[in-house]
């Protein structure tokens, strides 16, 4: 071995070695700004769903949204067909709400089973189309750019 | 099927620019590996063969989408009776097919002015650079004929349209935010495609990293561009007004400008001083693929973002192709790289020293620059940890998750601030010398400019401890890069009795590179600037006002005056209107609206901005009330101070690299060397 390829050896182990150390420390520090995505099913599955904040996902059901718009409070409920619940956003909505909708909320969920929201987003797209089943894919705003209630 | 129509010809052209990259990519490899010059008129005849046929491709897209063609599937997909033509011509990269198409074209515009500018110099390393090139045209030419091919007959051609995405014609800089950010984009397969051929090549002389350095400069300027504009277009068109939201596909584009700023630095160490090889090699190569990366995670579909309007077939196709590059770099590196330290070895021993003479010294600049790229692969590295977190998650353990702005922030204040800090440090030291005295007589001043520009803030209520630490920084590091310019012009005009100007414009033209490197700082200052003071004092709150109802907002007086209904045509829209008046001075009236587009659903909501350099009243739309006659409207008023000075930093850094890259005079070149005489630079001069 050449003192040159000696050289490139060390350091191509020192990055690694360096790499792998902020790899750790970065991932110990995603810790609370991870959020989960739930459907309403996976929400009302989950017992401890209460103490964390999720992003619950689903189709706002017709007729059951309401929008003070004095006390800036919205109220919907978010179905993924089998299970459905309550939200209660401290909040306006963004431009695009509307019943039947894909929409993302994030918040928890209480213990009288309404889910507290502090932020609403909603599926930004081309054609009109409700979503299918589970479904919380699809293409949603970033969190910042609609939904944020202050 | 008629032979002429617009489908069969841009077909055509396509597959002839297919043809071309392959064969001329191969005659690049052949005279790269025996110097046959037959092969290498060939290989560049093809590469503007490819060039014309791809530009041809997208003027054909442009004529089809402008005249309306529906008989091409792309027009189809975005094109509309109703659109307007110059919209219609944006609508190019409005959608996936078209956008990958134009990304050939611009590729196309690439690989002629490299040709043309390598002209008969370099001879060397020319032909492997063509090859390389060619070969990355091979794929894109591949993608178009095949998975993404916008010019598909349809047989039945549909009367009309849906028309290009609302949010894509709603503003006008949505024609040039893409194309900015795309020429930064393709423009990577560049310095790339050069790097390559230096390792194919087995040799690495000084003179090679000119044109290498250039080349990433380049793509790099529009690249900064493309993400000011992206900020901006998200600024004045999503209304939530704010620029950046740590995205993935805005961090997509910011992972390629973190590696590239950081070899644009390293490369200056190579150059001079022979050292740090390998590492901007490797800056250099991870620059291209973090640009394919970024291709990959807009257009693939597999993010939820605001950009990814459009999912695909062709995320497997490219995540193969990025897999390739990524190989093929790791083994041209590990199998050539030591045929430059031989080539290295030789330079030094024929100059008598091994790379460019001088001992290590904390103090020096290439110690700073090391610094410097320190933190900007962890910045970068950072950034694509929280970006790829949630995919990785999802492919192992199936389930869904996004990493929030918090983990961004964490991580890049202190990187961000460390950065501009090394932005004042680097320019006041020396190459390769330890010198503790003159750094603290640089320096020194520069710390109390930025203790003084931070009290300056402070005093004026911007008290919050980071706002305060990153207006020092921003102070030390404008100081420190102001004096690398004004020191030298005093020195001129009390030694040789020169008028200011005079002795400002010999300075300047003696070290012209070096200042626009400190241009290009100012410009990192002042979007630096930009967002500590809107990241901390960004103000704003929703209103439920009645027609005529006046509210206190910030130091403004809003009151709504009621909404009006306006019709341009392809679209239609409801603008409420806002009185505001300002310490009894009446501002002017502000229209933030909601605009229907007549093929979409959904009305799209745009803010109006009052812009004033000390900060920005921005109105959006929430609720226009049409269910109970527009009697209540519900509105979003937003203040976010000196916002406006983010918008310069692009423009400037711009200023720098056309300062950097102007052809020089004959005389140039010795001149515009450092002004330290005893260094001699780099490892083959």
Request: with cysteine; glycine share 10%; hydrophobic share 45%.
């Amino acid at each position: 071995m050449t003192d040159a390829m000696k050289k490139r050896l060390f350091g191509v182990g020192a990055v690694t070695v360096a790499l792998a150390a902020l790899g750790v420390i970065a991932y110990s520090n995603l810790g609370d700004s991870i959020v989960y995505y739930l459907s309403p099913t996976q929400l009302l599955e989950k017992a401890d769903a209460q103490d964390a904040v999720v992003r619950l996902g689903g189709m706002v059901v017709p007729g059951s949204y309401k929008w003070d718009q004095d006390t800036q409070v919205l109220e919907f409920d978010l179905s993924d067909t089998e299970q459905q619940v309550h939200v209660v956003n401290a909040g306006n909505p963004p431009q695009m709400f509307r019943e039947g909708i894909g929409a993302v909320v994030e918040g928890k969920l209480q213990a009288d089973g309404t889910f507290h929201s502090s932020k609403v987003m909603v599926k930004h797209d081309n054609q009109y189309q409700a979503p299918k089943g589970h479904e919380t894919e699809g293409v949603y705003a970033n969190p910042t750019l609609d939904g944020e209630s202050s | 099927m008629n032979p002429f129509s617009i489908s069969m010809l841009g077909r055509g052209l396509v597959l002839i620019a297919l043809l071309l990259a392959t064969t001329g990519s191969f005659a690049g490899y052949l005279a790269g590996s025996r110097r046959d010059r037959r092969a290498w008129l060939y290989a560049r005849n093809a590469a503007y063969g490819f060039s014309a046929s791809m530009i041809g491709a997208n003027l054909l897209m442009i004529y089809a989408l402008v005249t309306k063609d529906f008989s091409v599937k792309y027009v189809t997909q975005v094109g509309s009776l109703a659109t307007p033509p110059l919209i219609s011509v944006v609508s190019l990269w409005s959608s996936l097919e078209g956008s990958i198409l134009f990304w050939g074209g611009i590729l196309g515009v690439y690989v002629a002015l490299t040709v043309w500018s390598l002209g008969e110099k370099h001879k060397e390393f020319a032909p492997w650079a063509l090859h390389v090139l060619l070969a990355i045209s091979v794929f894109f030419a591949f993608l178009i004929a095949s998975v993404a091919d916008p010019f598909h007959y349809v047989p039945n051609p549909p009367m009309d349209g849906p028309g290009p995405n609302p949010l894509l014609q709603n503003h006008w800089l949505m024609a040039v935010h893409p194309p900015m950010l795309y020429l930064g984009y393709v423009g990577m397969s560049v310095p790339f495609s050069l790097i390559c051929a230096a390792l194919l090549a087995g040799r690495f002389e000084s003179g090679w990293m000119g044109p290498v350095r250039n080349w990433m400069l380049i793509p790099w300027t529009f690249l900064s561009f493309g993400i000011m504009l992206g900020g901006w277009w998200s600024y004045a068109v999503l209304g939530w007004g704010g620029a950046w939201a740590w995205d993935p596909v805005e961090n997509a584009s910011f992972h390629p400008w973190l590696t590239g700023t950081a070899f644009l630095h390293s490369a200056m160490v190579l150059q001079r001083r022979g050292r740090m090889r390998d590492w901007t090699l490797v800056l250099g190569m991870a620059t291209f693929l973090l640009t394919l990366l970024g291709t990959f995670m807009t257009r693939s579909g597999v993010f939820n973002s605001v950009h990814s309007f459009t999912q695909s077939s062709i995320g497997p196709v490219f995540l193969v192709f990025i897999a390739v590059v990524f190989l093929y770099s790791v083994l041209l590196l590990a199998f050539r790289s030591h045929l430059l330290d031989e080539e290295a070895e030789q330079v030094a021993q024929s100059i008598g020293t091994r790379g460019g003479g001088g001992g290590r010294s904390i103090l020096s600049r290439e110690i700073a620059i090391a610094v410097q790229n320190v933190l900007f692969a962890m910045f970068a590295f950072t950034v694509l940890l929280g970006t790829l977190f949630p995919l990785i998650v999802e492919w192992t353990q199936g389930r869904q998750l996004s990493v929030g702005e918090p983990y961004f922030d964490r991580w890049g204040l202190p990187l961000g601030l460390g950065i501009t800090f090394m932005m004042g440090v680097g320019p006041a030291l020396p190459w390769g010398r330890h010198d503790p005295a003159a750094a603290t007589r640089r320096l020194g001043p520069a710390v109390v400019v930025g203790i003084v520009f931070a009290g300056f803030w402070g005093a004026l209520g911007y008290t919050k401890p980071f706002t305060l630490l990153a207006l020092f920084t921003i102070g030390f590091a404008l100081w420190a890069n102001l004096h690398e310019f004004v020191e030298p012009v005093w020195a001129r005009m009390k030694a040789r009795q020169e008028p200011m100007h005079l002795a400002m414009s010999r300075v300047f033209v003696r070290a012209r590179r070096r200042f626009g490197g400190h241009t290009a700082h100012y410009g990192v200052l002042f979007a630096v600037f930009a967002l500590a003071l809107t990241k901390g004092y960004r103000a704003e709150k929703d209103f439920t006002m009645t027609v005529g109802e006046t509210v206190d907002f910030d130091s403004y007086q809003v009151t709504y005056a009621g909404y009006e209904n306006v019709d341009e045509g392809f679209r239609t829209a409801e603008v409420a209107n806002f009185h505001v008046v300002r310490n009894g001075r009446e501002v002017g009236t502000f229209g933030p609206r909601m605009n229907h587009y007549p093929t979409q659903m959904q009305p799209i909501v745009t803010p109006a901005i009052h812009e004033r350099p000390t900060g920005d009243l921005y109105f959006s739309l929430i609720d226009i009330g049409t269910n109970n006659g527009g009697q209540k409207v519900v509105v979003r008023m937003i203040h976010q101070p000196y916002q406006m000075w983010l918008w310069f930093s692009a423009p400037i850094i711009a200023l720098g690299t056309l300062i950097s890259l102007w052809p020089e005079r004959e005389r140039g070149r010795s001149a515009s060397r450092s002004p330290a005489p005893h260094v001699v630079a780099g490892s083959a001069k």
